[in-house]
C-alpha cells in the first residue's frame, strides 16, 4: 500500500508516518521543508502547488494540514477543496485529520460540541473553521473520503497504549467517563483505516478505551 501523509512535519503527521513506517507500508512525506520524519521518501512541496500528478499512483492521501491563527483558519476549507479536487474520480482515498468540536453531544445532531457551555472559547474561531471544512466536504460524493475526528482531549505528547474505541458522529466516552485520546494512539486508528477503508464518505471518531 502507498500513503502520501500531507503535512507530515506536524505533531500529528509525524506520528502517523512513523506508524505506517513500522507496519512496512510504502510511505512519502508530502512537506514543504526539511522531511522531518520517518518516511524514506518526500515529496517537497506546498499543498496548493500539488498536482493530481503528484498524487498519481497512491492509494490513500492523509490530509494532516492544520492552521491555527485567526489569518489562516479559511486555509481548512480551500486545502480541503484542493484536495479534493485533485482526487475527484480516482479510487484513491482521502483520509482527513479532523476536529472533536464539531462531534455531535445529542442523539438528535443538534447539538455540537463546540456549542456547549465548557466548551474554550479560545478554541471556538477553530472549530467553526474545521465544521466548515467538514461540511463542505459532505458534499464531495466524488471523492472516496473519511473524515477522522479524534476525542476533546486530544494529547500530543501522550503515551502510546495501543487501544482504543471506534465512534461515529457523536462524542464517545470511554470506560471512565472521559473523551480522551493521544496523538500516538489516533495515529494507529488512521492507519487502520487507510487499510481497511470500512467507512467510505463518512465522519467516524476515536476515543482511548
Avoid at 489562516?72 to 476549507?77: E, M, N, R, V
Avoid at 474520480?89 to 465548557?118: F, K
Avoid at 463542505?136 to 505528547?157: G, H, I, K, M
Wanted: proline share 3%; glycine share 10%.
Amino acid at each position: 500500500m502507498k500513503i502520501a501523509v500531507i503535512g507530515a512535519n506536524g505533531k500529528a503527521g509525524r506520528l502517523i508516518v512513523k506508524e505506517a513506517v513500522q507496519r512496512g507500508l510504502d510511505v512519502t512525506a508530502v512537506i514543504r521543508g526539511e522531511n522531518q520524519t520517518e518516511a524514506p521518501k518526500a515529496i517537497t512541496k506546498d499543498l496548493f502547488d500539488l498536482t493530481a500528478e503528484d498524487l498519481k499512483g497512491f492509494d490513500v492521501v492523509i490530509d494532516a494540514f492544520g492552521a491555527w491563527t485567526e489569518d489562516t483558519l479559511p486555509l481548512h476549507s480551500s486545502s480541503l477543496k484542493k484536495l479534493c479536487d485533485l482526487l475527484s474520480g480516482t479510487a484513491i482515498r482521502l483520509l482527513v485529520v479532523g476536529g472533536a468540536g464539531s462531534l455531535y453531544v445529542d442523539s438528535q445532531h443538534t447539538t455540537c460540541l463546540a456549542d456547549s457551555p465548557d466548551f474554550p472559547d479560545g478554541f471556538k474561531p477553530l472549530a467553526a473553521a474545521m465544521a466548515k471544512a467538514l461540511g463542505e466536504l459532505r458534499q464531495r460524493n466524488d471523492v472516496q473520503w473519511t473524515y477522522l475526528s479524534p476525542a476533546a482531549d486530544f494529547q500530543a505528547d501522550g503515551v502510546r497504549s495501543g487501544n482504543y474505541l471506534l465512534g461515529g458522529e457523536e462524542l464517545t466516552l470511554n470506560s471512565h467517563g472521559k473523551s480522551v485520546i493521544s496523538y500516538a494512539d489516533y495515529a494507529i486508528a488512521m492507519i487502520d483505516e487507510a487499510e481497511n477503508g470500512q467507512h467510505i464518505q463518512q465522519r467516524i471518531s476515536v476515543v482511548s478505551d
